[in-house]
T-cell receptor, first 113, second 115 residues
Framework: GENVEQHPSTLSVQEGDSAVIKCTYS??????FPWYKQELGKRPQLIID?????GEKKDQRIAVTLNKTAKHFSLHITETQPEDSAVYFC????????????FGKGTLLTVNP | DTGVSQDPRHKITKRGQNVTFRCDPI?????LYWYRQTLGQGPEFLTY????????KSRLLSDRFSAERPKGSFSTLEIQRTEQGDSAMYLC?????????????FGQGTRLTVV
């Protein structure tokens, strides 16, 4: 089945710095790659996603890049702020499924003021 | 709040008891999912409904677990004869049909503790 590896498991940055979280996936049929942000005790929230027909997508301070050949995708957060502190999960759709997601184990991002 | 809502938010139960959780999806979403999340892990897929039809069940969902979505709106997840290993956050999510069907929106979850 699909396996999604996420690194690092924890990341600490100073406010204003950039943060990068990387994920690799195993199934070449995967074509949808969302990123979720989960604050302590709250629901996972979809923050950005990318489909396999593009290599990069940006939304203000957040960007995601996809390398289909290498089967990896990354989340980039620029000008980090303390409110960016949360656990971030990457995911990939299982065998190209249009409903089933496989998640990474998460990255705890801490932005120090 | 017009997002996905789950009830209860927290449930503490004794081992061997049955528990039932409810999920109300976003109203125009006909796809509904249940996921389980344990500490330090990402959500794991349990089951999927399209309208009232349960189209897939994960192997994680033992015979003690049953999910329903009788009228294609809200869903319930029941766990019978709970075990300590069932302690986890149970997350419900929903999405539309069509090109954005994979854009799943999660509820806040029900945290189950089996003592």
């Amino acid at each position: 089945g699909e396996n999604v590896e996420q690194h690092p498991s924890t990341l600490s940055v100073q406010e204003g710095d950039s943060a990068v979280i990387k994920c690799t996936y195993s199934d070449s049929a995967s074509n949808y790659f969302p990123w979720y942000k989960q604050e302590l005790g709250k629901r996972p929230q979809l923050i950005i996603d990318i489909r396999s027909n593009v290599g990069e997508k940006k939304d203000q301070r957040i960007a995601v890049t996809l390398n289909k050949t290498a089967k990896h995708f990354s989340l980039h957060i620029t000008e980090t702020q303390p409110e960016d502190s949360a656990v971030y999960f990457c995911a990939a759709n299982w065998k190209g499924s249009n409903y089933k997601l496989t998640f990474g184990k998460g990255t705890l991002l801490t932005v120090n003021p | 709040d017009t997002g996905v809502s789950q009830d209860p938010r927290h449930k503490i139960t004794k081992r061997g008891q049955n528990v039932t959780f409810r999920c109300d999806p976003i109203s125009e979403h006909n796809r509904l999912y249940w996921y389980r999340q344990t500490l330090g892990q990402g959500p794991e897929f349990l089951t999927y409904f399209q309208n009232e039809a349960q189209l897939e069940k994960s192997r994680l969902l033992s015979d003690r677990f049953s999910a329903e979505r009788p009228k294609g709106s809200f869903s319930t997840l029941e766990i019978q004869r709970t075990e300590q290993g069932d302690s986890a956050m149970y997350l419900c999510a929903s999405s539309r049909d069509g090109p954005s069907s994979t854009e799943a929106f999660f509820g806040q979850g029900t945290r189950l503790t089996v003592v």
